[in-house]
């Protein structure tokens, strides 16, 4: 696979690795957040933590898209997919992800609900055209990666007249995410989380570019280095990271330049600003609301926004009480930190969100690390989703 | 993934790993077969940049090498010119 093993060759990982241990500073500990949960599922895939000297932490973030959705939001999905007239469109992980009441849309699903899992928006369009009859809803989740193909499927839908098919729309921002997890009280006041730098995102930064971060990592003095997804661009972002902290910088370095530039792709930009419009107010699991977190469709194209259409309503979930997986988006707990990880909770019969995703903390640490953390036994063995 | 053919409507065939399928180029002007592009659900969202890949690449090799010289001068093993 070109362009891609090579990004994982064992001989140069073992060489980052040593370099790496002799520019940490030994005296001083470096604590790296990686957003994106397309890193966390290659740091634990590819055991890039164990190629960092001891002194050199990751923290995981808040970037898995399926994790930061709060189940109020679900909700709102699962009761769109109970009425008869709608089929709703959805990418796989949501369909496992436990709403309340022991709810999930897997399980509308096998009560006879028509719940549909896509690869791709544009499917959601053919299934529309194909049941003129039916009201086809898609369930958009996702950063900015994914928010450009839903404006184009908004679009083509628009251009099409398809008056049957209508976007629920969860599209959230990254840049706003991270500045709210510098704000937080466990960073600023409480010192709970200590983050000294970011490992940027490779995915959303080719659509966004790698301006967005400048402004903070100026006001916020945390470094950002953007990184691509394997493994060996994982270490040299973290070498980037830590020259930087040892030379008192600050700035915004792009280690994946096969992929982003300062600019991104200014089309899918142009047609995201076509379609939607910030929210003041996003509520993100974990985080809390954040102020312009989230985007939602622009009056223009309100036809085919699913909340004006079916007057979607939010209502206050609590979430459950076991489950820490909003303390483990913001960082400050580890998945076996959970008193049901890895016994009542498990990817084939998860609790939570984090255990859903391949990209959450919690099936990471369950898929690639259990065994050398802890010795509870397991409910049961893992299975492939991802 | 390897572009492979273009194809009507701003989609094209792609390739991995000799897994192929059909994804969309509306995010992305002035694709050309033999390109590489990142996709994402379906969408190419970025051409990936061959020269750039090399460069890091290069980097790594760059790194390893000198490393391979200095580990074999280490554990004292003769460096052959
Ligand atoms: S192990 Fe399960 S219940 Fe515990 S924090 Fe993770 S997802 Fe939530």
């Given at each position: 696979m070109k362009y891609i093993s090579e990004f994982r060759d064992r001989r140069a990982a073992q060489a980052l690795s040593a370099v790496l241990a002799t520019e940490a500073n030994p005296a001083r500990e470096y604590h790296l957040m990686e957003f994106c949960g397309g890193h966390t599922h290659a740091i634990f895939r590819y055991g890039v933590q164990d190629l960092l000297p001891p002194n050199v932490r990751l923290v995981h973030g808040p970037g898995c898209p399926v994790c930061v959705l709060p189940v109020s939001r679900l909700d709102l999905a699962i009761e769109l997919a109970e009425r008869h007239d709608v089929i709703l469109c959805s990418y796989g992980?949501?369909?496992r992800v436990p709403g309340s009441r022991k709810r999930s849309l897997l399980k509308s699903r096998a009560l006879g609900r028509d719940v549909r899992m896509v690869d791709s928006c544009t499917e959601a369009l053919t299934i529309a055209r194909a049941h003129p009859d039916k009201e086809i809803v898609f369930f958009a989740i996702g950063f900015e990666t994914t928010t450009p193909p839903t404006a184009v499927a908004i679009r083509e839908a628009d251009r099409l007249g398809l008056a049957n098919f209508s976007v629920y729309c969860n599209h959230v921002l990254t840049p706003s995410a991270i500045r709210s997890i510098l704000d937080a009280d466990d960073v600023r006041r409480l010192g709970l989380v200590r983050v000294d730098g970011f490992i940027g995102p490779s995915h959303v930064s080719t659509i966004i570019g790698s301006r967005p971060y400048e402004h903070f990592a100026r006001e916020y003095r945390r470094p950002v280095v953007i990184a691509g997804f394997e493994p060996l661009d994982v270490l040299q972002a973290v070498r980037m990271l830590v020259r930087q902290l040892n030379e008192g910088r600050a700035e915004v370095e792009n280690q994946f330049t096969r992929g982003v530039t300062r600019e991104g792709n200014v089309k899918a930009q142009a047609l995201v600003a076509e379609v939607f419009e910030l929210r003041r107010l996003f509520e993100w699991r974990g985080l809390g609301p954040v102020p312009y977190s989230g985007l939602r469709i622009k009056k223009k194209y309100a036809a085919f926004d699913a909340e004006t259409r079916f007057a979607l309503v939010e209502k206050p979930v609590p979430e459950n009480k076991a489950c820490e997986c909003g303390a483990i988006i913001r960082g400050v707990k580890k998945p076996t930190d959970c008193k049901i990880f890895g016994t009542a909770c498990t990817p084939s019969n998860p609790i939570g969100s984090c255990m859903v995703s391949p990209e959450g903390a919690c099936s990471a640490y369950y898929r690639y690390r259990r065994q050398l953390l802890d010795r509870r036994p397991a409910a049961e063995p893992a299975t492939a989703t991802g | 993934m390897r572009v492979i053919e273009l194809l009507d409507g701003e989609r094209a065939r792609v390739e991995m790993g000799g897994v192929e399928k059909t994804v969309s180029?509306?995010?992305?002007?002035g694709v050309a077969a033999g390109d590489y592009v990142i996709v994402h659900v379906g969408f190419a969202i970025t051409r990936l940049d061959a020269v750039e890949a090399k460069k890091t690449l290069a980097l790594f090799a760059e790194i390893a090498d000198r490393l391979n010289i200095d580990l074999k001068l280490e554990s004292g093993d003769e460096v052959h010119q």
């Open positions: 992980d949501m369909l | 180029l509306t995010l992305v002007d």
